[in-house]
């Protein structure tokens, strides 16, 4: 699989990358449900074998259960053939109560402590990419936190600093005291704002750009459907947080799924494969994240990192999201 580089940093990435946050389970505010470790491990063995060269995974996915998942997983390959981990930091909770309501924390001092233990579960020494969470909710100034990331990186317990769901205002802070070597935003055929703001910012500014979601959480792949989401356990985050798996945006998300099928059906592929493909394409953008439960999901969109879509695949699918409602952001480039 092809790699390109992130932002002007030294690391190499493939398209896409496997993302470790379903992985973590359920229990908590924003789990996925129940999972079973074994098919966690295997399905990150399939990625790997597939050709992907990172994993995205953070603390607050089951409270850490995802990064000692993925720890665990890699640790059992060759170390020549080991993806590269990227995690993060600014979430955190009660210790005692994994269940509990977290809170974001950007302290300086919190982001060492996470550091250390996120290192200590993924059973690495260095974390190649370290990225902030969410904005700080407790008042730390974005500039205290950043020089953290910048010493950690000194100190070679990271070889990149990013950030995930900032604004514009928050980086540029970032960016005037030093390098922002990579940001996540959500994006999607159905979640398309970051092609308004974040990713031309990325692109002025030398920075790589990993978007999550590409496969709107689920909704843009093969087998969803609406009765689906009744049926979602308690511990679910999507039946109990996200507005685009509750109506009238459930039936407009679902009816652009529905449109992309004739052009996976002609490429002799799956829609998942063909809605990453679409992110991948948009200027700007280095990777994305693709979740997987087992090794089988996996199968079903890693020919997306290698399908690239005509200019007649993206007039057609501009159509289908106009004609479709669904989301929100500019339909094509």
Same mark, same amino acid.
């Given at each position: ?5 992130? /932002?002007?940093? @030294? ?5 896409? /990358? ?7 389970? /359920? ?6 449900? #129940? ?20 994993? @995205?995974?953070?603390?607050?996915? *089951? ?11 890699? &640790?059992?390959?060759?170390? &020549? ?10 979430? =955190? ?14 302290? $300086? +001092? ?5 550091? +250390?233990?996120?290192?200590?579960? %993924? ?5 190649? %990419? ?31 600093? &990013?950030?995930?769901?900032? &604004? ?37 500014? *030398?920075? *790589? =750009? ?7 959480? /689920?909704?843009?792949? +093969? ?20 507005? @685009? ?10 009816? %652009? ?5 004739? =052009? ?12 990453? #493909? ?19 999901? =996996? ?30 952001? $500019?339909?094509?480039?």
């Amino acid at each position: 699989m092809k790699t390109l580089q992130l /932002g002007v940093s @030294d690391l190499h990435i493939t398209p896409l /990358g496997l993302g470790a946050w379903a992985i973590g389970g /359920g229990g908590y505010a924003f789990g996925w449900g #129940a999972q079973n470790d074994d098919d966690s491990m295997r399905a990150i063995h399939r990625a790997v074998d597939s050709g992907i060269n990172w994993i @995205d995974t953070a603390p607050g996915y *089951g409270r850490g259960r995802s990064e000692k998942v993925v720890g665990k997983a890699v &640790g059992q390959m060759p170390p &020549g053939s080991r993806p590269m981990i990227f995690t993060k930091c600014g979430f =955190v909770w009660d210790e005692t109560d994994p269940g509990s309501d977290g809170r974001r924390s950007l302290r $300086p +001092e919190s982001i060492r402590k996470e550091c +250390e233990n996120s290192l200590r579960r %993924l059973r690495v020494e260095q974390i190649d %990419l370290y990225q902030f969470h969410e904005p700080d909710e407790e008042g730390t100034p974005v500039e205290d936190s950043w020089a953290m990331m910048k010493d950690l990186a000194r100190e070679g317990k990271i070889r990149a600093g &990013g950030v995930s769901n900032f &604004g514009i205002p928050l980086l540029e802070r970032c960016e005037s005291q030093h390098h922002i070597d990579s940001v996540q935003p959500q994006f999607s055929l159905i979640n398309r704002d970051a092609a308004s703001d974040i990713i031309p910012w990325a692109a002025r500014h *030398g920075t *790589g =750009v990993i978007v999550y979601s590409p496969m709107g959480s /689920g909704l843009l792949t +093969e087998r969803f459907k609406a009765s689906r989401v009744r049926s979602f356990p308690a511990d679910d985050w999507r039946g109990t947080f996200s507005p @685009d798996f509750q109506e009238p945006a459930l039936s407009r998300n679902l009816r %652009l799924r529905d449109l992309l099928r004739p =052009v996976a059906a002609n490429r002799g592929t799956t829609v998942e494969a063909i809605a990453l #493909a679409w992110v991948l394409a948009w200027p700007g953008v280095t990777g994305a994240i693709a979740g997987a439960r087992a090794p089988e999901q =996996v199968d079903g969109w890693i020919a997306g990192s290698r399908t690239e879509l005509t200019d007649e695949e993206l007039t057609v699918i501009e159509r289908a999201i106009l004609d479709s409602g669904a989301g929100s952001g $500019p339909a094509g480039s």
